[in-house]
């Protein structure tokens, strides 16, 4: 379980201008994806009009409260924010053994990753407050999966990974991207995916001519939004939220 102390510090540094008078309501959302059903997360004020739509991607632990916090703090930013379900409504992933498993078998299994994330997209046009603009985010195992279906052609207006699995998979380049904006958090050190990774895949977005752009949270590690991980580093969590904001404003 993550400190909530430290995530209500990062929410309410980040939420500032924000917070007052926001009424967000946050409720489950079914959905099916090619005759599966997923369930997600959906969080807006209804009182006022929406900015534009985020769809986060979750962690490879699956849908859990980060994700549903993080979704509120989009919310209470003025934001309609649907944080998405890649692994089935089925899946109950309880330890690392099953979080290598669920993640495993889509990074195994490319084509069945893009329908899923798709799928969402589409079912995002039915949520609470949908938006026609959207962006998708995502943290760590989110991230990759954020690439993922901007590599796939994902027709939206931007794309940003938090620590995210950065290397482009063998057989797939961007040729195929609808050219939104793509941008980076992440931390110099990282062992998950190192700075040497980034420097890759922005020459790749070079070459295919796709706007991009990265922070860099130096000697941050893996997971540094995250405050139920060792590697939490609450001022780049905090700052690295501005910047996401920041992000959207321009894109939506």
Same mark, same amino acid.
């Given at each position: 379980?993550?400190?909530?102390?430290?995530?209500?510090?990062?929410?309410?540094?980040?939420?500032?201008p924000?917070?007052a008078?926001?009424?967000?309501?946050?409720?489950?959302?079914?959905?099916?994806v090619?005759?599966?059903?997923?369930? @997600?997360?959906?969080?807006?004020?209804?009182?006022?009009?929406?900015?534009?739509?985020?769809?986060?991607?979750?962690?490879?632990?699956?849908?859990?409260?980060?994700?549903?916090?993080?979704?509120?703090?989009?919310?209470?930013?003025?934001?309609?924010?649907?944080?998405?379900?890649?692994?089935?409504?089925?899946a109950?992933?309880q330890?690392?053994?099953?979080?290598?498993?669920?993640?495993?078998?889509?990074?195994?299994?490319?084509?069945?990753?893009?329908?899923?994330?798709?799928?969402?997209?589409?079912?995002?046009?039915?949520?609470? @407050?949908?938006?026609?603009?959207?962006?998708?985010? @995502?943290?760590?195992?989110?991230?990759?999966?954020?690439?993922?279906?901007?590599?796939?052609?994902?027709?939206?207006?931007?794309?940003?990974?938090?620590?995210?699995?950065?290397?482009?998979?063998?057989?797939?380049?961007?040729?195929?991207?609808?050219?939104?904006?793509?941008?980076?958090?992440?931390?110099?050190?990282?062992?998950?995916?190192?700075?040497?990774?980034?420097?890759?895949?922005?020459?790749?977005?070079?070459?295919?001519?796709?706007?991009?752009?990265?922070?860099?949270?130096?000697?941050?590690?893996?997971?540094?939004?995250?405050?139920?991980?060792?590697?939490?580093?609450?001022?780049?969590?905090?700052?690295?939220?501005?910047?996401?904001?920041?992000?959207?404003?321009?894109?939506?």
């Amino acid at each position: 379980m993550f400190h909530r102390h430290l995530v209500a510090a990062a929410a309410a540094a980040a939420l500032a201008p924000f917070a007052a008078g926001a009424e967000v309501t946050g409720e489950p959302f079914a959905y099916t994806v090619d005759g599966m059903a997923f369930e @997600g997360y959906v969080a807006h004020d209804p009182a006022r009009e929406s900015l534009g739509t985020v769809l986060i991607v979750h962690d490879w632990d699956g849908m859990t409260e980060y994700e549903e916090m993080r979704a509120r703090m989009l919310a209470e930013a003025g934001y309609t924010a649907f944080a998405i379900d890649v692994y089935g409504a089925e899946a109950d992933p309880q330890g690392m053994e099953d979080y290598r498993a669920l993640s495993g078998a889509l990074y195994g299994d490319r084509e069945t990753f893009r329908t899923r994330l798709m799928g969402s997209i589409e079912a995002a046009a039915e949520i609470p @407050g949908a938006t026609e603009g959207m962006v998708m985010i @995502g943290y760590c195992f989110g991230g990759a999966a954020v690439l993922e279906a901007a590599r796939a052609g994902a027709d939206l207006q931007g794309f940003v990974s938090f620590h995210g699995g950065l290397p482009t998979p063998e057989g797939q380049d961007w040729s195929a991207a609808s050219g939104a904006p793509v941008m980076f958090f992440h931390g110099s050190a990282d062992p998950v995916s190192g700075i040497g990774d980034l420097a890759v895949v922005m020459e790749e977005l070079v070459a295919a001519g796709i706007p991009h752009g990265a922070k860099i949270y130096g000697g941050a590690r893996h997971a540094f939004t995250v405050p139920s991980s060792d590697d939490f580093v609450e001022e780049a969590s905090i700052d690295s939220f501005a910047g996401l904001l920041e992000f959207l404003g321009d894109a939506l």
